[in-house]
């Protein structure tokens, strides 16, 4: 299996053999089971992408083992480019050159990782034909006319601010990204549900942890996704921002404070298309972690973008969906957030390539050449760890039993009644069941806001006195005794009562 390539596994019971640019249907798919894999466990292939005056290649070794001539034989055999010793750099223009004494080198040891990008250098060129002294006469005639109003310095100077120019990404800042299980099967079963056939969006909400790896780096622990109020069609996705809408989200972001989480990052998912990122993506990762950054600076180095995806029946997955992980570069965050000119780029939608607004007079320049559209991949860094195990918060994680909000009918009193009693059969406890976060995001529909902030504050409470425990159990009694009478239920009838369980775990005790 790939490096880097964090899959929400599926085990299918059967293959299908279908056009491999299509994702197997539904109809033949049995009852998902996620797992998540992921990291390096030294033997995995490894792609390095390479920057040519043509474009990006890209080419998969057998493992970060192989050479650094094994990857030059590979490009000149997969992408029939001259590539001699010496020409791959790791920035343009040239700079930080890898020499002919490299070649022996594996690709570990001169720290070239999954997904890193080198550049090569075009061969060098014949010097220029010389001038006639009749041209040599006009062009210096005009450099004259031209040092009248400008020097070089103030030329360059001018001309530098319509240039944006890019370099190869910094490594990711986030080690990696441990995800509540449940919480994403239940966002990748309903993609499914919907065949990919829509865009969708949802918001990370979960815990930084910080500088806990090897490398330095911290990580995330995503406990809830949320998917907001939003509209959605295959070309198009945005949260909506009418007054029920705005109300909702405010009511989430309130929700994850009390229970002592963060904005981390954000999920979306887009009909069938390869592995391309575009313009509409990069910019919802970039705004929302701008938001985030407000709330709680960690997220300036730890904020991420998970992107589901079906895969194709050529891949070599044995899955139905994958999801991948990327933190956006500092220049996209300017360039959507200050100058809002990010557009998509190419012929092709979803052809990996971005543009700059034409209204802006801006072009990219990558090492001496300007162009009008640049890839995708300058403008974010992969996170390439899923498989580190989630830990939950000291209070427990949260469950994922109440239906979701936001997918089609509205969730009325009839559905509250439902799951109170069926919780209450099934003999779960109150306290379980409402730690809930889209529970409790219906519940704040119906109670007072003090209310749910003191619900809030005792399912994220972890003090053990016996008045931390007093306060803990009459809070959930109040919402429990709340939420009853909203669905025209008595408590014991729902859930026995806060009280109850509590003096039975006593008992127990």
């Known amino acids: 299996m790939a490096l880097g390539v964090v899959l929400l596994q599926v085990t ?63 490009l000149r055999q997969e992408h029939r480019l001259p590539v001699q010793p010496g020409q791959l750099c790791r920035a343009p223009a040239g700079a930080e050159p890898l020499s002919e004494a490299d070649g022996a080198r594996s690709l570990r040891e001169l720290g070239i990782v999954h997904g890193a990008m080198l550049h090569l250098t075009a061969a060098a060129s014949a010097p ?80 930084w ?15 809830v996704v949320y998917e907001p109020p ?46 391309a990122m575009e313009a509409l993506e990069l910019a919802f990762l970039a705004r929302q972690r701008a938001k985030a950054i407000e709330a709680d600076v960690a997220a300036a180095q730890l904020f991420v973008g998970m992107r589901f995806r079906p895969v194709y029946d050529d891949e070599p997955l044995d899955a139905d969906v994958t999801a991948e992980v990327y933190q956006p570069t500092e220049q996209l965050c300017q360039l959507v957030l200050e100058r809002d000119v990010v557009r998509n780029g190419g012929v092709l939608e979803g052809s990996g390539q971005l543009r ?15 162009q009008p559209t640049a890839d995708a991949s300058y403008f974010f860094a992969r996170v390439h760890d899923l ?68 619900t809030c504050a005792a399912l994220a409470g972890t003090g053990t006195t016996q008045t931390v425990r007093e306060k803990r159990a009459a809070a959930l009694e109040e919402v429990e005794r709340l939420l009853c009478q909203a669905a025209g239920l008595d408590v014991a009838a729902a859930g026995g009562g806060a009280q109850a369980n509590a003096a039975s775990k006593t008992k127990r005790k």
């Not at 033949?28 to 992408?49: A, E, K, M, N």
């Not at 942890?209 to 406990?223: I, L, M």
Request: charged share 25%.
């Open 356 to 370: 700059l607004d034409a209204a802006s007079k801006l072009v990219f320049k990558i090492g001496a050449q300007t």
């Open 230 to 275: 939003q509209t959605c069609s295959p070309t198009e996705v945005s949260i909506d921002d009418d007054a029920a809408g705005t109300d909702e989200l405010m009511r989430a972001h309130a929700i994850a404070k009390g229970l002592g989480l963060s904005l981390v990052g954000v999920a979306y998912a887009h009909p069938p298309r390869f592995h």
């Open 387 to 454: 498989a580190k195990p989630y830990a939950p918060p000291a209070a427990g994680a949260l469950r994922c039993a109440f239906p979701a909000a936001n997918r089609g009918a509205p969730l009325r009193k009839f559905h509250l009644r439902t799951f109170l009693v069926k919780q209450r059969e099934a003999g779960v406890p109150f306290e379980s069941t409402i730690r809930d976060f889209q529970l409790l995001l219906h519940a704040s529909t119906l109670l007072p806001r003090e209310v749910l902030e003191r």
């Open 209 to 223: 942890e910080r500088a806990t790896s090897p490398d330095g780096k911290g990580g995330v622990h995503v406990d």
């Open 12 to 74: 299918l019971l059967t293959s299908v053999v279908l056009d491999p640019r299509v994702p197997r249907p539904a109809a033949q798919r049995p009852l998902p089971l996620l797992r998540f894999v992921g990291g390096d466990d030294g033997s995995s292939p490894i792609t390095i992408r390479v920057r040519t005056r043509d474009g990006l290649k890209r080419a998969t070794l057998p493992s970060a083992d192989a050479t650094l001539a094994d990857l030059e034989k590979a």
């Open 128 to 207: 220029p034909p010389p001038t006639s002294d009749a041209s040599t006469t006009s062009t210096g005639a005009a450099r004259s006319r031209r040092r009248k109003h400008t020097t070089m310095a103030n030329f360059e100077a001018e001309r530098s601010q319509y240039e944006v120019v890019l370099d190869t990404p910094k490594p990711a800042s986030c080690s990696y990204v441990a995800v509540e299980r449940q919480a994403a099967k239940r966002f990748s079963d309903y993609l499914l549900d919907l065949e990919f056939e829509t865009r969708r969006v949802a918001l990370l909400f979960g815990r």
